[in-house]
T-cell receptor, first 112, second 111 residues
Framework: EPEVTQTPSHQVTQMGQEVILRCVPI?????FYWYRQILGQKVEFLVS????????KSEIFDDQFSVERPDGSNFTLKIRSTKLEDSAMYFC??????????FGEGSRLTVL | AQSVTQLGSHVSVSEGALVLLRCNYS??????LFWYVQYPNQGLQLLLK??????LVKGINGFEAEFKKSETSFHLTKPSAHMSDAAEYFC?????????FGAGTTVTVRA
């Protein structure tokens, strides 16, 4: 069964460093998303991406964040200069037109 | 914007007892509705979804949910809890390809 894959599964970084989280969505999907879950809190929407551009972003998704689909298969989330409060589980998701999002296993980011 | 409310952040049930997790959505247009389960240190797994077909939806692991438009609800049930059902459960609603999650309900199962 096709699935969304994310790498790395866990990344530890120093505050102020750049981080890139990678995702390979399901191949025929058209909409891509990043969500974030801070430990013990709800899953929060960060950004959606369609037709090679951001279609919607939340207020969490500030100038420190960016997304890219560099090669038609990968979908990346970059955090330019990480802060302690960026520590969270980051989930990538993709969908076709049914509205059902398929999630990856998540990438745990720990900022020290 | 769509919002999803889950009543009760924590539910504790005995093994074999009914599991009932409540979810209400705010939308005049019924969205697509989903329940996801998250086991410790794992990702989000889809339990079931409502996409405007049958109002009673059956999912994996014996769970089901009933869509009630008049109550804007999509409560999740399982007749008989199993120890393996201990997890975090998230209700979610989708409009225009954006999924909004409820705050989650942690289920613990007592032997």
């Amino acid at each position: 069964e096709p699935e969304v894959t994310q790498t790395p599964s866990h990344q530890v970084t120093q505050m102020g460093q750049e981080v890139i989280l990678r995702c390979v969505p399901i191949s025929n999907h058209l909409y891509f998303y990043w969500y974030r879950q801070i430990l013990g809190q709800k899953v929060e929407f960060l950004v959606s991406f369609y037709n090679n551009e951001i279609s919607e972003k939340s207020e969490i998704f500030d100038d420190q964040f960016s997304v890219e689909r560099p090669d038609g298969s990968n979908f990346t989330l970059k955090i330019r200069s990480t802060k302690l409060e960026d520590s969270a589980m980051y989930f990538c998701a993709s969908t076709t037109v049914t509205g059902e999002l398929f999630f990856g296993e998540g990438s745990r980011l720990t900022v020290l | 914007a769509q919002s999803v409310t889950q009543l009760g952040s924590h539910v504790s049930v005995s093994e074999g007892a009914l599991v009932l997790l409540r979810c209400n959505y705010s939308s005049s247009v019924p969205p697509y509705l989903f329940w996801y389960v998250q086991y410790p240190n794992q990702g989000l797994q889809l339990l079931l979804k409502y996409t405007s077909a049958a109002t009673l939806v059956k999912g994996i692991n014996g769970f089901e949910a009933e869509f009630k438009k008049s109550e804007t609800s999509f409560h999740l049930t399982k007749p008989s809890a199993h120890m393996s059902d201990a997890a975090e459960y998230f209700c979610a609603a989708s409009n225009d390809y954006k999924l909004s999650f409820g705050a989650g309900t942690t289920v613990t199962v007592r032997a």
